[in-house]
């Protein structure tokens, strides 16, 4: 195997790993939120964190077809035309989740915070 090809072939098992750990944090924050023994603080923790997943999906994939492919179109209109869709997206989804299905806006915080937990934890694993 040639180094480009080692190199991808780790890059994609780390990204798959990455992916992997969200949905295991998420079932963790799912299953703490489910002693408040409130429907809407269990509903915010869930629908935080699958829109906080689909919206790291969403900009990882963007970003990497603007970047493996910079010569075709305009990479960089097509990245930022993704991103303001993708921010509209993850706009609507905490309006409808706080405003129509009457989440907490507290456990729709924390499942939003899905990545943020996932890179912590990816840090302190590094570092030891």
């Not at 299953?31 to 990882?60: C, E, H, N, Q, Y």
């Not at 990497?64 to 921010?87: E, T, V």
Request: glycine share 8%; hydrophobic share 55%.
């Amino acid at each position: 195997m040639t180094e480009t090809a080692e190199q991808d072939s780790e890059t994609r098992l780390q990204q798959q790993q990455l992916a992997r750990r969200n949905w295991i944090i998420l079932g963790f924050l799912v299953a703490a939120s489910l002693f408040w023994k409130s429907a809407a603080v269990t509903a915010g923790v869930a629908g935080g964190g699958i829109v906080a997943i689909i919206a790291f999906s969403w900009m990882r994939r963007s970003l990497s077809r603007a970047i493996g492919n910079p010569l075709i179109g305009n990479a960089q209109g097509r990245y930022q035309l993704s991103f303001f869709i993708r921010l509209a997206f993850v706009g609507t989804a905490i309006f409808v989740l706080i405003a129509v299905l009457r989440v907490n806006p507290i456990a729709l915080v924390a499942g939003l915070s899905v990545m943020v937990f996932n890179i912590v934890w990816l840090t302190i694993h590094r570092i030891m």
